[in-house]
């Protein structure tokens, strides 16, 4: 079975068909579901939901006064629907502007959409880099902080494919902000050394040979560190 990620989810379910909540029939909305497990603490299963935030839907209008009789608590509930099912469920709300920070509106959408064809791009640009050897374009494609961090972390990790020593010090004298890129760039940089049989002295961190007794650059003895 294939691994979904998040971003595939959110896909598939912006291709579906909004449901209509069966409460008010409007158009319910993409919710993102919070971080924390709520109700029996086991989680919804998927990251996204749809969810009616109609303030002028009968369930919701009447929750406040059932919850209140029931359980003397001022919060009411929702209708939600789990993507790809007509399983309708109410979750608990405790205030109008409940869960409206998690809706996957027409502007987050078109962030999702901008963040997709901007890796898809830098993909294509590293694919043709890769093809070319043209190691000075990903380290600029790595360097750039504009970047999606998923195009930046391949050019980490290609650059020590087609990377030349000289790559060395530009990877080590930038910051990158992200971990996952810092580990990539340290294993490209480990790649690039081994195929030229190469090291950098412990003393001055200017690149020797691997087999080097004295560094060249400060005359220090490495042999043996």
């Not at 749809?50 to 608590?73: L, Q, T």
């Not at 990877?171 to 760039?185: D, P």
């Amino acid at each position: 079975m294939a691994f979904e990620t998040k971003q595939d989810i959110l896909d598939r379910i912006m291709s579906q068909k909004k449901p209509e909540c069966p409460h008010c029939n409007k158009e319910m909305d993409i919710w993102e579901v919070p971080q924390f497990a709520m109700g029996d603490g086991l989680g919804w299963g998927t990251p996204y939901l749809f969810v009616c935030f109609n303030d002028e839907c009968p369930s919701y209008k009447k929750g406040w006064k059932d919850i209140s009789d029931n359980y003397a608590h001022n919060a009411s509930y929702r209708c939600i629907c789990y993507p790809g099912t007509n399983q309708y469920e109410f979750i608990p709300v405790f205030s109008p502007l409940g869960g409206k920070g998690q809706i996957i509106d027409e502007t987050v959408l078109a962030e999702q959409e901008k963040l997709k064809e901007a890796i898809k791009s830098g993909f294509s640009q590293l694919a043709d880099c890769y093809i070319e050897k043209n190691h000075e374009e990903v380290l600029l494609i790595l360097l750039d902080p504009i970047r999606p961090a998923r195009v930046r972390v391949k050019a980490a990790e290609m650059i020590g494919d087609i990377g030349v020593l000289d790559s060395i010090d530009h990877l080590r004298n930038n910051k990158y902000g992200n971990q996952l890129i810092e580990q990539e760039v340290e294993k490209s940089i480990k790649k690039i050394h081994k195929k030229n049989y190469t090291r950098e002295c412990p003393f001055c961190a200017e690149i020797i040979k691997i087999k080097a007794k004295i560094c060249k650059h400060c005359n220090k003895e490495v042999a043996g560190l």
